[in-house]
């Protein structure tokens, strides 16, 4: 247990190669906020570069204090095609330029599987190397997920960092965070991908005391760093437990007041935020860039026909989206389960509007939201006359602009007739005398048939549940609503 000798399978051996040191934890007075930082030193000669064994001092993934440049490694495997991995390297340079850094040139490979100790193989390592020496590169950062021996055998030979994709955008998280639930959700992503990462001198013990009985080898260097993460996570995931439990008492307050619920979901930059803004006002940061929104925002909305519906903008998806940031921000991802109806945001003028959406679905269903009802809206009508012909081709979606305004209150009129479709059509026979529950009718229901009969007024109304209970003695039947 914390020998020098604890490594993963398939780690390569290499004596002329520099072992690679971390030291991240401090004294044990010292605050677990510093754990965030990830202070990482690398003996010998190195490459400057990001977070990793090969340097960076920001604190995150990718350096801070100048451009790093970066060459993007794609691996096509079996079942995939050439198409899908330039697709992946496409979006994959997005997001690097988006952290803050400089993609300068891109390789590509065609395998059956991954090459256990390396990824890519011992040869294509070598050509990596070669580039990356050739074009002064800082990092090399991987479409495909690596195994933290991959990445770890991959730094040794390359003497630069490097990452996967997961890491590029837990970075992009942490720099778009400002709230204290998503710096939360966040450092927790991070955490949990650098733990099984971390790396300690085995022969690097820590000092347990001089009296009888604690003299001794003590603890490694790693154990002590492990466990300090350990116990950081168990402190944020308690934190986020209170947060969850916050806002489905928020939920059970908004569902008393019969006001329905609908999110915002969409590839990031599809342009929920600015959906959002041109809905309500609501001031939501909006930029054209990747993950410009982390926090959800909900705000009040009144409907063409009068209904009063919450909104929610929701953090954007990926391709890819890293499993550590589904479970971090699943308190927040929460809202979108709870919702009546999912507002599917596309970026209709975008090179591959079906892939997007076919991303979102799998994220929609791994969080448990695939049956939610879900209205697709084609976006930025002003930009390509495509976005138009590809909302005729889908039934029931609709085409708008959200920066013109083009198209928003066919879209607001959408979500209303999706909503009362939704809701039990109820029949009900009210006598003359009653003119108060005629009146009450009239006011909580959308009534959609009103005939006079020979004792009373028939109606045939769509009503929300606790407006149903209200009215129950006066229902002589109901129809099932329809999705």
Not at 99 to 110: C, L
Not at 464 to 483: N, T, Y
């Amino acid at each position: 247990m914390g020998n020098e000798d604890d490594r993963p399978e398939h780690e390569i051996d290499e004596a002329e190669l520099p072992v690679a040191a971390v030291d991240m934890a401090p004294d044990e007075d010292e605050p677990d906020d510093d754990l965030a930082a990830g202070d990482q030193t690398a003996p010998g000669e190195s490459h400057r570069g990001a977070f990793g064994d090969f340097g960076g001092e920001s604190g995150g993934l990718i350096e801070r204090s100048f451009r790093e440049r970066i060459v993007l490694v794609g691996v096509t495997l079996d079942g995939e095609t050439d198409a899908d991995t330039e697709a992946g390297l496409d979006e994959l340079a997005l997001l690097v330029d988006t952290a803050g850094a400089d993609p300068v040139a891109r390789i590509d490979q065609r395998r059956q599987r991954p090459d256990p100790a390396t990824f890519i193989g011992k040869g294509k390592v070598e050509e990596v190397k070669y580039i990356s020496e050739e074009l002064d590169c800082d990092t090399v950062v991987f479409d495909n997920e690596l195994s933290p021996a991959q990445q770890f055998n991959l730094e040794k030979i390359l003497k630069r960092t490097a990452l996967d994709r997961t890491a590029v955008i837990l970075d992009i998280f942490a720099q778009n965070a400002s709230s204290p639930e998503g710096k939360a959700q966040v450092e927790l992503a991070q955490l949990k991908y650098r733990l099984p990462r971390l790396r300690g001198m085995g022969k690097k013990l820590s000092q347990q005391g001089g009296g009888i009985g604690t003299r001794g080898p003590g603890e490694t260097q790693l154990e002590v760093d492990r466990r300090r993460l350990v116990r950081r996570m168990h402190k944020l995931e308690e934190q986020l437990r209170k947060v969850k439990k916050n806002r489905s008492t928020q939920s059970k307050q908004r569902r008393r007041t019969a006001n329905r619920s609908v999110a915002l979901v969409g590839y990031t930059n599809a342009g929920k935020s600015t959906v959002l803004n041109r809905f309500t006002d609501a001031g939501v940061l909006v930029e054209d860039r990747l993950f410009a929104t982390l926090d959800a925002t909900t705000r009040q909305l009144q409907l063409p026909g009068g209904e009063k519906v919450f909104v929610t903008d929701t953090v954007g998806f990926v391709r890819k989206l890293p499993h550590q940031l589904v479970e971090a921000f699943r308190s927040t991802l929460d809202v979108v389960i709870d919702a009546d109806l999912l507002v599917h945001i596309v970026d209709g003028s975008g090179p591959d509007p079906d892939g997007d959406m076919a991303a979102v679905r799998d994220v929609l269903i791994e969080i448990g939201a695939g049956d939610v009802p879900e209205l697709v809206v084609f976006n930025k009508l002003d930009q390509s006359p495509d976005v138009a012909a590809r909302a005729a081709r889908r039934e029931g979606s609709v085409a708008v602009s959200a920066q013109t305004g083009e198209g928003v209150d066919d879209l607001l009129a959408a979500i209303g007739d999706r909503l009362r479709s939704m809701t039990v059509v109820t029949e009900l026979f009210v006598p003359f005398e009653r003119g108060d529950v005629i009146a009450q009718v009239h006011r909580e229901g959308q009534v959609l048939v009103e005939t006079a009969e020979d004792a009373g007024m028939r109606f045939r109304a769509r009503l929300e549940d606790d407006s149903a209970s209200r009215l129950k003695d006066w229902i002589v039947g109901q129809e099932p609503a329809s999705v």
